[in-house]
């Protein structure tokens, strides 16, 4: 059983920083990319950002500039670094990730159960 938990969420004043991570755990045989996503109340949820297992990223063009996406690669771990908060920032936060349990096994789609994230002074 695979599961992510995020943590790091809470409140901050605009133009502040939080730091989201998520840790991978249970049987996972490789990975293949993890990232975020956010859902702000009476919307969708959309991509914050993604890092692939080469280590290259995607931003939405939202965040670029101020957001940060990195791992840990030796602990199936993977962060989000977050200055210049706005309040439009403000949602759940959700991690997600793409990879293999066992070696014979098709990629499969995990999320975590997601961390509040409010921008507010």
């Known amino acids: 059983q695979v599961q992510l938990v995020e943590s790091g969420g809470g409140l901050v004043q605009p133009g502040g920083s939080l730091r989201l991570s998520c840790a991978a755990s249970?049987?996972?045989?490789?990975?293949?990319?993890m990232g975020w996503f956010r859902q702000a109340p009476g919307k969708e949820r959309e991509l914050v950002a993604t890092i692939h297992s080469g280590g290259s990223t995607t931003y939405a063009d939202s965040v670029k500039g101020r957001f940060t996406i990195s791992r840990d690669s030796a602990k199936n771990m993977v962060y989000l670094q977050m200055n210049s908060l706005k309040s439009e920032d403000t949602a759940v936060y959700y991690c997600?990730?793409?990879?293999?349990?066992?070696?014979?096994?098709?990629?499969?789609?995990?999320w975590g159960q997601g961390t509040q994230v409010t921008v507010s002074s």
């Open positions: 249970g049987s996972i045989f490789s990975i293949y990319g």
């Open positions: 997600k990730g793409v990879l293999k349990p066992r070696r014979n096994s098709d990629s499969e789609v995990y």
